[in-house]
């Protein structure tokens, strides 16, 4: 996959995966040609302002024009997107972030020269610290597995894994269970009398500033849970007390729940 200033990444679909990852690359002083395809005209108009990208709003000319895709559609919208895009007729990687749709699936769309590769990046590569997983098809050459693999290190850390641990993957990394738990906690504090504020404050360092101890440090986690929740201790009795409320056991619906949500995905292409 050879790189040239004049053939541009372009992204199918015009989301928040697309708005992070652009901000992401923009943030880390990514300065090769980018264009998104979107049916929505806003979106493109909003991206355009933003971040300097191209737009186009034609599909089978953003197809044309690429030297590498990005599919940042709807899995329910996959189908009817291939369908409008038909055989490409030359050698592309193309690159799918739709939760769920397996390389099977996506090998069987656009063609025998369209090499895939499918990748998880987290919307919070738009602040530079995003995390990536990675799958490449046999096929795809090394040096376009490089290059997808350094596109995407621009915006965080990433790893390659096995497909088959993608859907639990999708469902453990998202930003979104930090957030639900920093609004949880917060609530319950203010509930018990702190302030709005201060209980966004305890609560955002308990979670946040706790985790970077852990990443920053040489403490294994159970080291930590050791230090911070004294036997008998408060920080132990709350644990004690949503553990035996049932914290644990949500926790592994909700995870069970996403990966059901995955495989069905996975079923409408």
């Known amino acids: 996959m050879k790189r040239t200033r004049d053939r541009p990444i372009v992204f199918l679909g015009g989301g928040r995966i697309t708005s992070a990852l652009i901000a992401g690359w923009r943030l880390a002083g990514y300065k090769y040609r980018i264009v998104v395809h979107d049916r929505h005209i806003p979106k493109l108009s909003q991206l355009k302002r933003k971040y300097k990208v191209e737009v ?13 895709l990005i599919v940042a559609v709807r899995p329910d919208g996959i189908r009817d997107l291939f369908k409008t895009i038909g055989v490409i007729q030359r050698p592309i990687t193309a690159v799918s972030v739709a939760a769920g749709v397996p390389l099977t699936k996506l090998r069987a769309c656009l063609g025998p020269l369209v090499r895939w590769a ?7 590569c738009r602040s530079g610290r995003g995390l990536t997983a990675l799958i490449f098809e046999p096929a795809l050459p090394v040096d376009a597995r490089r290059e997808v693999t350094q596109l995407f290190e ?51 360092h308990a979670l946040a500033d706790g985790i ?49 949500r995955t495989k069905k995905n996975a079923r409408l292409i």
């Open 56 to 68: 186009e709003t034609d599909l089978r000319r953003a197809v044309d024009a690429a030297y590498l």
């Open 154 to 204: 621009t915006v965080g850390q990433v790893i390659e894994i096995p497909e088959n641990h993608f859907d639990a993957f999708t469902v453990t990394y998202s930003a979104s269970h930090g957030y639900h738990a920093l609004g949880a906690l917060a609530q319950s504090a203010e509930k018990v009398g702190l302030d709005r504020k201060t209980a966004i404050i305890a609560a955002a």
């Open 212 to 260: 970077n101890a852990w990443r920053e440090g040489k403490l294994s986690l159970d080291d930590l849970l050791r230090e911070a929740a004294t036997p008998g201790g408060t920080a132990a009795t709350v644990i004690k007390a949503m553990t035996t409320a049932g914290y644990d056991r949500a926790v592994e619906r909700g995870i069970r729940a996403g990966i059901a």
């Open 118 to 124: 499918r990748a998880m990046p987290s919307p919070v």
